[in-house]
């Protein structure tokens, strides 16, 4: 019941965005084929990579991931094609899904210009239908209790009406027999009181047990160990997770207004101050082409303020001189910086211009804190 959408992505040319189709909360069925070229042949990928997805949702949260929620490989690599499975998670809400796949060895790693992940809402919202399920369920319990419980009291108020408190009575028949027929009642309808042993789980007469498709009776546990999908986590499990997981920290420029870009040298756009680890910078800015342009457009993430050198091999995209018209030059880099690093984001153009759309935003992947 696999739903597969294939597309292609070169990895030398950031203007072609592509978009692909999912439903919210759709789970373990939607996956995304995307054959990686460079310059239209194919991407020679080693056969020791592995990927990364990694997605900017609409509210303005990040998801990244390498598994699946069964614990396997969330990207399969064969060849220059790359099978990216969008999680349960990636789904959860409505809207555009800004996507990447990273690829990955020991000394290397490359990210694909991102494609968009449009979702659609869902019809009917998972979470309603549960709720309403174990509405009924508990609602036929109460009722039951409710009916024994009116017995009992019926029966004891016709023993109040024959008995005085510590005062020993002779009953008449007729009352004797009113007694015991309202006490079988009671006896009959009201759950004994080791009864409610039989409706735990494993019991003879079992509640519902929960699922993932239905409320009921669920057992808690303790720990982190488990992939069960029928037992639920107790507080003290969550501080365990919580404790082992790790955090996301995004940085992103604040410089704005009006900067001119030269045909020769190099201006400043904006800047970022890094704290070392592993981060992942997109930068971008919207130049503008002519067909009298004998250069193109250039953006570089520098370690110098307006230079053209790249503090990285991949931090350097250009827009050919044949694009005419405003163009948005924009790249992603991987890095791992070992201290606290400020980057620049310098820019030329094949035209001397005036621009206002530019920035840098950066993701970082730690340690829980």
Not at 293 to 305: D, K, Q, Y
Request: proline fraction near 3%; include cysteine.
């Amino acid at each position: 019941m696999d739903s597969i959408q294939r597309i292609t992505i070169d990895v030398s040319d950031p203007l072609n965005t592509q978009v692909v189709k999912a439903v919210q909360e759709d789970i373990r069925s939607r996956y995304v084929e995307i054959t990686l070229v460079r310059n239209g042949e194919p991407l020679s990928i080693p056969a020791s990579a592995h990927g990364m997805i990694g997605i900017r949702r609409p509210n303005g949260t990040y998801v990244l991931y390498d598994e699946t929620e069964d614990q396997t490989s969330a990207v399969t690599i064969d060849g220059n094609v790359v099978t990216a499975y969008l999680s349960q998670e990636a789904l959860a809400i409505e809207g555009d899904l800004y996507t990447s796949v990273s690829i990955y060895t020991a000394s290397q790693r490359l990210t694909a210009f991102h494609f968009i992940v449009s979702v659609e809402a869902t019809a009917v919202p998972s979470g309603v239908v549960v709720e309403s399920d174990y509405f009924n369920i508990l609602e036929g319990v109460v009722s039951d209790a409710i009916d024994a419980a009116e017995r009992a009291e019926e029966a004891a108020a016709t023993v109040a009406d024959v008995v005085s408190y510590g005062t020993a009575q002779t009953l008449t028949d007729a009352q004797k027999l009113t007694a015991r027929t309202n006490i079988g009642a009671a006896e009959a309808g009201a759950a004994p009181a080791a009864h409610h042993s039989t409706h735990e789980i494993g019991g003879s007469d079992a509640l519902p047990a929960a699922s993932t498709t239905k409320a009921g009776l669920v057992q808690l546990y303790d720990d982190v160990d488990s992939s069960s999908t029928t037992l639920a986590a107790t507080a003290a499990a969550v501080k365990k997770a919580a404790e082992r997981s790790v955090f996301v920290s995004i940085v992103k420029s604040t410089e704005s207004g009006q900067k001119s870009v030269p045909t020769s040298g190099y201006a400043n756009l904006a800047s970022i101050s890094l704290t070392a680890g592993v981060w992942f910078i997109t930068a971008y800015a919207f130049l503008p082409m002519s067909a009298s342009s004998s250069r193109g457009g250039v953006i570089v993430l520098s370690a110098e303020s307006a230079n053209g050198t790249p503090f990285e091999d991949e931090a350097r995209t250009e827009i050919g001189s044949s694009h005419v018209g405003w163009w948005r030059a924009c790249m992603t880099v991987p890095a791992n910086l070992s201290g606290t690093t400020t980057l620049y984001l310098n820019a030329q153009s094949g035209n001397s211009v005036t621009i206002s759309t530019y920035g840098i935003t950066a993701v970082r992947i730690g340690d829980a804190v």
